[in-house]
């Protein structure tokens, strides 16, 4: 079945320094990618997705690329900021079903100090 | 702006008493979907609504309902809260292409209800 992994956290960095979110995935297709972000006590909110092989997805300073070769969709930010502080989840999807649950990886926590 | 919208955002409910949370969304999205998530767990699936259709996780108990009268609104029914069925829960939206194929819409979230149980 299909699947996703990350990182395991917490992760904890300085103001300004650069993050990595590593995730990988296991699927059959071709599925689309997205990383979402959850502020404590608040839902999800999309951060970022790609649909199909070395698509570049980029928000608010946040880039992750589509690598089929490797099954990868890491989460990268070149100088984050304590307000980036959240837990980040990489999900995927089967295109072309109707109504399929996102799978989830079990989410990194990011906690940034000034 | 066009958004998904759920109330209450927090909800205090007795063991057994049954409970109701509700989901509404601007978008006029065709699929809405209900997810539970448990303290620093990933959101799980319980079931979604593809137009008028309802379509149950395997694993989802008997105890959770769920109804849309229309496209806009959705609920989520608990006909028996236990203690095991205190989390948050977060309705999603999308737009599917349908069976006939095409890319799956990004699914939106809304800001989740956190269901405490006494």
């Known amino acids: 079945g299909n699947s996703v992994t990350q990182m395991e956290g917490p992760v904890t960095l300085s103001e300004e320094a650069f993050l990595t979110i590593n995730c990988t995935y296991t699927?059959?297709?071709?599925?689309?990618l997205f990383w979402y972000v959850q502020y404590p006590g608040e839902g999800l909110q999309l951060l970022l997705k790609?649909?199909?092989?070395?698509d570049k997805g980029s928000n608010k300073g946040f880039e992750a690329t589509y690598r089929k070769e490797t099954t990868s969709f890491h989460l990268e930010k070149g100088s984050v900021q304590v307000s980036d502080s959240a837990v980040y989840f990489c999900?995927?999807?089967?295109?072309?079903?109707?109504?399929?649950?996102?799978?989830f990886g079990k989410g990194t926590t990011l906690s940034v100090s000034s | 702006d066009a958004m998904v919208i759920q109330n209450p955002r927090y909800q205090v409910t007795q063991f057994g008493k049954p409970v109701t949370l509700s989901c509404s969304q601007t978008?006029?999205?065709?699929?809405m979907y209900w997810y539970q998530q448990k303290s620093s767990q990933a959101p799980k699936l319980l079931f979604h609504?593809?137009?008028?259709?309802?379509?149950n996780e395997a694993d989802t108990p008997d105890n959770f309902q769920s109804r849309r009268p229309n496209t806009s609104f959705c609920f989520l029914d608990i006909r028996s809260p236990g203690l095991g069925d205190a989390a948050m829960y977060l309705c999603?939206?999308?737009?599917?292409?349908?069976?006939?194929?095409?890319?799956?819409?990004?699914?939106?979230f809304g800001p989740g209800t956190r269901l405490t149980v006494l």
């Open positions: 999603a939206t999308s737009r599917d292409a349908g069976l006939a194929g095409g890319p799956t819409y990004t699914q939106y």
């Open positions: 699927a059959t297709g071709y599925p689309s």
């Open positions: 790609a649909t199909k092989a070395d």
């Open positions: 999900a995927l999807s089967d295109q072309g079903q109707a109504g399929t649950a996102l799978i």
């Open positions: 978008l006029n999205h065709n699929v």
């Open positions: 609504y593809y137009d008028k259709d309802f379509n």
